[in-house]
């Protein structure tokens, strides 16, 4: 309770935006009103969210009973309803506006305050119960903000029962402590202290007391970043824990961050996000916290490529950054590379929602609360609005961070108690001969760890000689007698050494002054691999923070300015480095950036590494889930024998032989297993020699050079699949990459290399080829476009992988088709169903041989629903003479993708110059409504080659596939469709991780109108369809996530007088825009509107002006080069280092009113 006296005053309400919203100011108020810091802490409620009752309507107290607050129009915060005249209804809206202002820096929330004022005028008191507060007195006294806030910190304190131990007098004098913070502007804090229960705080309570100073300020940063209340102390603790403990990594990462010219650089934050995707997130976060400012700010400049490599690094980043860091991240000074960082809105743009880990969405959450209105405006309405419009109104998470940062806190703990039992004379040893440096000292330190590392005196070990690889190739008989000679102890494993707590806690400290990488460096490469001090090594690696290890093995690894080699010495190094963490850790490593670090790893390993067997794997690479206990020299020059072979011939039918016989045939495609009676050692055997091949990166070639015949054929892709789905994921997805048309991909790339690309790709599980795709957006479309018509007609689905247990395997498939009482008439819609999933699965040789053996055909004469199943899929028929199965073919092609286009091009302007002079279609663009009238759909498949992606039209005849469209610019983008029937004769559409197969479909009198809104977004998009009729036939979903099944069969669908109708906020009906009259004319100015109007429609289709030159095809034009030279060359310069289109540019801002393309 508080009270004051004094003359009223006033100040503008914009006081408060004059410091980006760290200060506020009361509307009325003078220039003696006081300045509020934001609070160090968000508000704490009584009791766990998860056990908290849904929170009711906020009411208040007024004589006469209790009503509910009425809400502003903005739907923030309630608005005060309890003066009858405008006078006291001015007064309470002022005082609700503090109340908004003042109740979150205090832990509250202000839309649940409750409070009553009876007498509007005088001199400001309050009184506060855990229920309410009661004000008196004028809002706009200079004083009645630290009375405001007295009596708000007394309702927290009510909150605050439970946790801390009720104090009258600490809880006054922290109160009377916030209001002398109010008054002097000083920053507040959330009070830490409690009220008994039913304790109401009244004037001259705090009479005497002095005022409660703010709490420290080292403890205030976490609060003010938390991501629930509840946890704040947890948090605090890991923070602490985590900034003494990790002394080492927090130094590597403010290293990284560390330009030498202060510039701040994407890759920067790449390699310092990449240390942090190897922490849990709580520890990530209070990483980051543990930084400098300067650095969490550099951290923080994010660019979209970061959040798709790195989704939860990225917002463990942002959610470490308080409000006024996030605020601070936009430059203000012009930069090095003429690009300021634009502020928290880019940093937040390409956040990945969908990626995230239930603590993470709830930490993104947090973080776009404390961004502020504008950058959260800015996202609503910018590119990615649907993402961040759905993460708003996405239900509550009632989940707290308590068990996460309560495991993360007992590690520290452990680690906290290594390091002191490490303290002592042995530590005192250590660092002073590493202190002291050079090689000897080095070894003696080493010398000294030995016994804490378990491991024999290393000056004992005598030198021992490197194992070499056998002499000769062994043969298949030689590994069969290997593994029956095997002890069962096995191969081992690539998990580094076992460690102790005070090792731990030693080498932590160690390496927060930087003297474990002392060490390393002191030792020469003979050194590292003793035999003695090597084994001491590797200990004291295993017990250092992987993150350590591993910044340090990128580095190895990495290209600089003045240096584009890795040497032996580096590499070896690199790989002890990587092997000395634990074994999901060296997963990590080989999947960060799509292999790219491990295959220079792999490109970089001197050969006799590979001869002697030092070289095992990372991770699990070669484990093939059965112990074969032979050596890892055995098996490698197993491997080799199959590349000095290849390397000799590099011929189709070699590569053949090579591939089946790794999948244990024959080269006619007969059995043929490496251990007969033992078909699990079998497969483990055969997956260990294709694993050494892949990391002998010689399978690649091999697969490449396969017969087109064998690559594309119906019975024989299937064995690929198998061979990739035996090799190394992370090979397959290097293999696809390397198949990427590269500068001169129009030269190179063929439709041969995206089938093998796209084959390889498919041997993935359905959920890593989407988080592909998500990390390399491009790639899949690039090579799906890449296939040939036919190509993308016989590519098989998902189905026929069998790589997620929510989908149908072929056994199980078969199982249920080997049911001779389901080959009925009665059954046949569902026998369709069935067999479109067995065809699916590319299994229709099985089906044609069980059709033999049951002789359906014999039945087909009165069941016409059989005999359609026979004739459609190519089954056994007597009757028809298909006795014999015929696999179907499939071309390939070798053309460049380059000239492909070329023809498309050719094709696209022989069919523009047919419909400009000899055809019947009516095409026009010089009106403000383009329009195109009975325009043949299988011309424009034709020109593409065959199909439109997937999707393969049936005949024209009959006037089917004839589409009419109406288009204008002119009051936004409004399109309007029309065709009286389409035909589709087939579709099959392979995405990452799904597929969608139909056979013919039909749709009849189709009618869509849809509305892209207008150039400055204030008319709202509406999408319109109907039509009379549908049907369709053998259609197909592949994918995981549908419910029930992971894969869906209709064998025939009917569908009559079916319409659809969207728009962005259902308030409209948009079916009366169909066959809506759109604007007529053009351009009004006499002789040229037409030709204007032309230019006007092709630059809002294109996106710029036809033929407009960039800057740097103006800075070409003085080199007066020949014309194929300079096209070329300006092709290449633009491709290189893109440049604005100034005309573009100019059109734009005449257009839109901003320099930009319209």
């Not at 409070?115 to 229920?131: L, V």
């Not at 996000?273 to 300067?294: C, E, I, Y």
């Not at 790709?761 to 390399?776: D, E, K, W």
């Amino acid at each position: 309770m508080e009270q004051a006296t004094g003359p009223p005053g006033g100040s503008p309400e914009a006081a408060r935006a004059a410091d980006g919203g760290r200060s506020w100011a009361a509307t009325t108020g003078t220039a003696l009103a006081p300045r509020l810091a934001p609070a160090r802490e968000p508000r704490t409620p009584r009791q766990p969210r998860h056990e908290r009752a849904a929170p009711s309507s906020p009411t208040r107290v007024r004589p006469g009973g209790t009503v509910p607050l009425a809400r502003e129009a903005d739907g923030e915060r309630p608005a005060a309803s309890y003066g009858a005249d405008t006078a006291a209804r001015a007064s309470t809206d002022l005082v609700r506006q503090l109340i908004a202002q003042l109740a979150p820096l205090l832990g509250l929330d202000d839309a649940r305050v409750v409070f009553d004022s009876a007498q509007p005028a005088g001199a400001p008191r309050g009184e506060a119960s855990a229920a309410r507060i009661v004000l008196n007195g004028d809002p706009r006294h200079p004083r009645f903000p630290a009375v405001l806030a007295h009596e708000l910190a007394h309702l927290r304190q009510h909150e605050n029962l439970g946790r801390v131990e009720a104090d009258v007098t600490a809880a006054e004098a922290e109160a009377a402590g916030i209001a002398a913070a109010v008054s002097a502007g000083a920053e507040v804090w959330v009070p830490r202290t409690a009220l008994p229960s039913g304790r109401v705080a009244r004037a001259g309570d705090a009479t005497g007391i002095a005022p409660a100073t703010a709490p420290d300020e080292s403890a205030l940063a976490t609060a003010d970043t938390a991501t629930t209340p509840d946890v704040v102390p947890l948090e605090k603790q890991l923070d602490r824990a985590v900034e003494i403990n990790h002394t080492a990594d927090v130094r590597a990462l403010s290293q990284l961050l560390d330009h030498p010219w202060t510039q701040n650089t994407p890759s920067m934050v790449e390699n310092a996000l990449r240390v942090l995707s190897g922490f849990a997130f709580v520890v990530a976060r209070s990483l980051v916290r543990a930084l400098p400012a300067k650095d969490r700010r550099t951290l923080g400049q994010l660019e979209d490529d970061h959040h798709t490599a790195y989704p939860e690094a990225c917002v463990a980043v942002l959610s470490a950054l308080t409000a006024g860091e996030l605020a601070g991240l936009a430059d203000t000074t012009p930069q090095l590379n003429g690009t300021p960082y634009p502020g928290a809105a880019r940093a937040l743009r390409n956040v990945q929602p969908d990626r995230l880990s239930p603590i993470a969405r709830r930490a993104l959450l947090a973080t776009l609360r404390r961004a502020g209105r504008k950058t959260l405006a800015k996202l609503v309405d910018g590119e990615r609005r649907e993402v961040f419009r759905a993460l708003y109104s996405s239900p509550p998470d009632a989940s707290t961070d308590e068990a996460e940062l309560r495991q993360a806190l007992s590690a520290e703990n452990e680690l906290s108690k290594g390091i002191q039992a490490s303290a002592g004379l042995l530590q005192d040893e250590v660092e002073r001969l590493l202190q002291a440096g050079g090689r000897d000292n080095a070894k003696k330190a080493l010398t000294a760890l030995a016994p804490l590392c378990g491991v024999t005196d290393p000056t004992q070990v005598a030198a021992a000689e490197r194992a070499n690889a056998p002499s000769g190739t062994p043969t298949l008989e030689d590994l069969r007698k290997a593994i029956s000679e095997a002890p069962t102890a096995g191969t081992g494993t690539n998990a580094p050494p076992a460690t102790t707590p005070a090792l731990v806690g030693l080498v932590n400290t160690l390496d927060g002054k930087g003297l474990v990488a002392t060490l390393v460096e002191a030792l020469d490469e003979d050194d590292r691999r003793h035999p003695g001090y090597g084994a001491v090594l590797r200990v004291v690696l295993a017990a250092r923070s992987p993150a350590s290890n591993i910044s340090r093995a990128i580095e190895l690894l990495s290209y600089g300015i003045f240096d584009w080699a890795v040497r032996d010495s580096e590499a070896r190094l690199a790989y002890l480095l990587v092997r000395s963490t634990p074994l999901d850790a060296q997963d990590a490593w080989r999947q960060l950036d799509n292999g790219k670090w491990f295959g220079r790893l792999l490109d970089n390993l001197p050969q006799d590494m590979w001869d002697s067997g030092e070289y095992t794997g990372v991770g699990r690479e070669y484990e093939t889930g059965v112990s074969l206990g032979i050596p890892e020299t055995l098996l490698l020059s197993y491997a080799k024998g199959y590349l000095d072979l290849w390397g000799g011939q590099r011929h189709a039918l070699l590569s053949l032989w090579i591939v089946r016989n790794l999948l244990g045939k024959t080269l006619s495609g007969d059995a043929n297993a490496w251990i007969p009676d033992d078909p699990a050692k079998d497969l483990a055997l055969r997956t260990a020699i294709i694993r050494r091949l892949d990391a002998l990166q010689g399978l690649n070639e091999i697969v490449e050079k396969l017969p087109d015949s064998f690559l594309l054929g119906e019975e024989t892709r299937q064995e690929l699949l198998e061979l990739n789905q035996l090799r190394d994921p992370l090979h397959l997805v290097r293999q696809a990459l390397g198949l990427m048309p590269g500068f001169f991909g129009f030269l190179t790339f063929t439709a041969h290399d995206a089938w093998i690309a796209l084959q390889a790709l498919r041997a993935l599980s359905p959920g890593a080829q989407q988080a592909f795709a998500v990390q390399n957006p491009s790639v899949w479309s690039t090579f799906w476009s890449g296939l040939t018509d036919e190509m993308r007609r016989s590519l098989p689905s998902t189905l026929a992988t069998g790589r997620d247990e929510r989908l149908p395997t072929r056994a199980a498939l078969r199982e249920r088709l080997s049911d001779e009482r389901l080959w009925t008439e009665p059954n046949a819609t569902i026998l369709r169903a069935l067999v479109d999933l067995a065809v699916a699965a590319d299994d229709r040789h099985w089906l044609f041989d069980l059709t033999r053996r049951l002789r359906v055909d014999r039945q087909v004469a009165q069941a016409p629903l059989l005999a359609a199943i026979l004739r459609d899929f190519g089954l056994y028929s007597e009757a028809e003479k298909r006795t014999v199965f015929e696999p179907r073919a499939t071309e390939s092609s070798h053309i460049p993708s380059g000239l492909r286009t070329l023809g498309v091009a050719a094709k696209g302007l022989a069919l523009a110059a047919y419909h400009l002079f000899a055809s019947d279609a009516e095409i026009s663009l010089f009106g403000k409504t383009m329009h195109l009238r009975a325009f043949d759909l299988t011309d424009v498949q034709w020109v593409l080659g065959g199909d439109f992606d997937g999707v393969t039209l049936g005949s024209s005849k009959g006037g089917a596939n004839h589409i009419s469209v109406d288009a204008t610019f002119a009051d936004g983008f409004i399109v309007n469709v029309e065709t009286d029937r389409l035909d589709i004769a087939g579709v099959n559409m392979v995405l990452p991780g799904k597929t969608y197969k139909a056979g013919p479909v039909t749709i009849s009198k189709f009618r869509a109108s849809a509305g892209f809104s207008d150039r400055g977004y204030k008319r709202p998009g509406y999408i319109t369809a109907k039509f009379d009729d549908l049907s369709l036939r053998d259609f197909v979903m592949i994918d995981p996530t549908l419910p029930l099944s992971g894969a869906w069969a209709v064998a025939n669908l009917g569908v009559g007088g079916f319409g659809f109708n969207a728009t962005a906020d259902a308030s409209t009906d948009p079916s009366g825009n169909l066959g809506r009259e759109l604007p007529k004319g053009t351009i009004p100015i006499p002789v040229f509107g037409p030709l204007f109007q032309l230019l006007a429609n092709l630059v809002s289709l294109q996106g710029s002006i036809p033929g407009d030159y960039t800057l740097l095809d103006y800075a070409m034009i003085p080199l007066k080069l020949p014309f194929p030279v300079s096209s070329v060359a300006a092709f290449a310069a633009n491709k290189i280092a893109p440049t604005p289109q100034p005309l573009t540019y100019l059109w734009g801002l005449a257009s839109d009113g901003v320099l930009r393309p319209p």
